[in-house]
């Protein structure tokens, strides 16, 4: 089945500096992959998702980017803000079994 | 238009007690997916569901846990005989069809004692 790989699993980034967040998986077949970001105590929310036939998406300060080949995607996030802290899960899922996999996520601190 | 609502939001119970969460979907949405979280840990699944039928429960352990979606009234996460380790956040969410955005509930947090 899918396996998804997500890192790091902590990062910390000055306010106003951009943050990336990496992300692997391992089913080729893999044609969805969101990107959510969880509050504390919160429910998980989507942020930004991209399917395999776009190379990149932005939306405002967030872009995700995909390389099909080497199987991975990344999650951008530019001129941080304090309410950027959170913890994000990037996520793989493909038609073939409609589920989605998630990565063990990534606690993102933004330093004032 | 009510987003994804799960109830109850804290749930306590002793061990050997029968926890039972519920998830009503979001209007339109026939698709149901349950999650367990366990603190600073990411979202397994858990268990796939449509409307009386359940697709992939490949996550599930495969005793004292199961899961409904009847016809009418929401998704039951049923946990018989708890135990300490069942203790974590539980998640539904839902879409109109799979492949699609998945929208959360709050949560369900149950405290085994």
């Known amino acids: 089945g899918e396996n998804v790989e997500q890192h790091p699993s902590t990062l910390s980034v000055q306010e106003g500096d951009s943050a990336v967040i990496k992300c692997t998986y391992s089913?080729?077949?893999?044609?969805?992959f969101p990107w959510y970001k969880q509050e504390l105590g919160k429910r998980p929310q989507l942020i930004i998702d991209?399917?395999?036939?776009?190379g990149e998406k932005k939306d405002q300060r967030i872009a995700v980017t995909l390389n099909k080949t080497a199987k991975h995607f990344s999650l951008h996030i530019t001129e941080t803000q304090p309410e950027d802290s959170a913890v994000y899960f990037c996520?793989?899922?493909?038609?073939?079994?409609?589920?989605?996999?998630f990565g063990k996520g990534t606690r993102l601190h933004i330093l004032p | 238009n009510a987003g994804v609502m799960q109830n109850p939001r804290h749930l306590v119970r002793r061990r050997g007690q029968e926890a039972r969460l519920r998830c009503s979907p979001m209007?339109?949405?026939?698709?149901v997916y349950w999650y367990r979280q366990l603190p600073e840990e990411g979202l397994k699944f858990m268990v796939y569901?449509?409307?009386?039928?359940?697709?992939?429960e490949s996550g599930m352990p495969k005793e004292r846990f199961s899961a409904e979606f009847p016809k009418e009234g929401p998704s039951i996460l049923r946990i018989q005989q708890v135990v300490r380790g069942d203790s974590a956040a539980y998640f539904c969410?839902?879409?109109?069809?799979?492949?699609?955005?998945?929208?959360f509930g709050p949560g369900t947090r149950l405290t085994v004692l």
């Open positions: 996520a793989a899922s493909s038609n073939r079994d409609d589920k989605i996999i």
């Open positions: 089913d080729s077949a893999s044609n969805y």
């Open positions: 991209i399917r395999s036939n776009v």
């Open positions: 209007k339109g949405h026939s698709h």
């Open positions: 569901l449509q409307k009386e039928n359940i697709i992939d």
């Open positions: 969410a839902s879409c109109v069809r799979s492949y699609n955005e998945q929208f």
